[in-house]
């Protein structure tokens, strides 16, 4: 991690191990066993006057929209925090096939945000309530009760970025619970600490002269000795400084982002965002886990994505069944930008006829 996280990341270790003793922390296996959640995988009974909602547990409610007919498929967006308001134009030809479902993950978008403030300064006390919250269990479980909602044995997943990285470990706890995953660009996240991660390839793909500006952002964003003292309003809004500079990263690799990639101002997650960060601490490895999937799985790559394309042939060399398609001329959003190509390698990876 860059040097100057260092300190603000501190406090982040340190909290980690304290959750670890608390079995709050996620480790493979956690969500199978139900272990740190605050409510069953069985989800509550649906309220059928809000059609446009998934209630996943009797205080949290998923918004929700589809799009297609036929077998359903999930789909799983990134940032974390970035939802959806728009299906993605690289599914849009397959909806006579699929019907495909976008929700927006626990803590953004039109979904439960359960928290505002933190009225406590007990550190621990805080992160507890994150996690269990907003945290990587909480919304890998959000999956698996999506799941029986939608009454499927086995379910088709879409996830993108941080949503690729959270449907492979989503596959890692539920193996017997998926039948085909597409991976699009997901996010390099399988091992910390890494060499060089997402925040300095946008570094470097930045102007010297905007740089000491970037590294001003990020010692707000990982401002974490200090979190407890934010809002949800407060991060929204720093999260948002995020996709501002990746998005001139990405413009400066010759490619402009699609204009529905990212979300609207009241959209993006706040507090959930650093939950994840909190969750998954900063040493870890998932990769051996992958192994255990035994479904195929496609990892599509954009050629143009900042992140490079050895991030995504790990991905699919780590699982049994794994291949990967990388799109010419393609951002981190195939799906948007090359979107005929995009589905025409998903339909040849789910076996359908793509004219």
């Known amino acids: 991690m860059h040097r100057i996280l260092s300190l603000g ?8 191990f304290l959750l670890a003793a608390n079995g709050s922390f996620y480790k493979p296996g956690n969500i199978r ?11 509550p009974p649906q309220d059928a006057q809000e059609a446009n909602f998934w209630k996943v547990e009797e205080d949290i409610r998923l918004y929700r929209f589809s799009y297609g007919e ?20 690289g599914l849009r030809a397959l909806e006579q096939n699929f019907k495909f479902y976008y929700y927006h993950q626990r803590g953004c978008g039109k979904s439960s945000k359960p928290i505002d403030t933190f009225e406590s300064q007990n550190y621990l006390q805080n992160m507890v309530k994150l996690d269990k919250l907003l945290g990587f269990s909480a919304q ?11 009454m499927q044995e086995k379910l088709l997943i879409v996830g993108h970025s941080w949503g690729g990285f959270m449907a492979a470990l989503y596959a890692v706890e539920f193996p017997g619970h998926i039948d085909k995953l597409i991976l699009v660009d997901p996010a390099s996240m399988l091992k910390m600490p890494v060499e060089e991660g997402l925040f300095e390839l946008i570094k470097a793909l930045l102007p010297e002269q905007q740089h000491a500006e970037y590294d001003a952002f990020l010692g707000q964003y990982f401002d974490y000795g200090n979190i407890f003292k934010k809002s949800e309003k407060d991060l929204m809004q720093i999260n948002l400084g995020f996709a501002r500079f990746f998005g001139e990263a990405t413009k400066n690799l010759g490619i402009k982002i699609p204009g529905p990639a990212l979300a609207d101002t009241d959209m993006v997650g706040g507090w959930m965002v650093h939950a994840q960060y909190f969750s998954l601490g900063m040493k870890f490895d998932y990769r051996p886990e ?4 035994k479904a195929p799985v496609l990892v599509i790559h954009g050629e143009k994505d900042l992140m490079p394309v050895s991030a995504s042939r790990e991905y699919a060399e780590l699982f049994s069944l794994g291949s990967l398609k990388v799109i010419p001329k393609a951002s981190h959003f195939p799906q948007m930008d090359q979107p005929r190509e995009f589905a025409r390698v998903c339909a040849d990876f789910f076996g359908i006829y793509f004219p």
């Open 9 to 16: 990341l501190f406090l982040c270790v340190l909290t980690v």
């Open 33 to 43: 066993a139900e272990k740190g959640l605050r409510a069953s995988l069985d989800p």
């Open 70 to 89: 036929g077998r359903p498929v999930l789909v799983i967006h990134g940032g974390p925090g970035f939802p959806p308001s728009e299906p993605w134009p």
């Open 140 to 150: 890998l479980a959000d999956i698996e009760r999506i799941r029986r909602i939608l």
């Open 290 to 293: 992958l192994k255990n999937v």
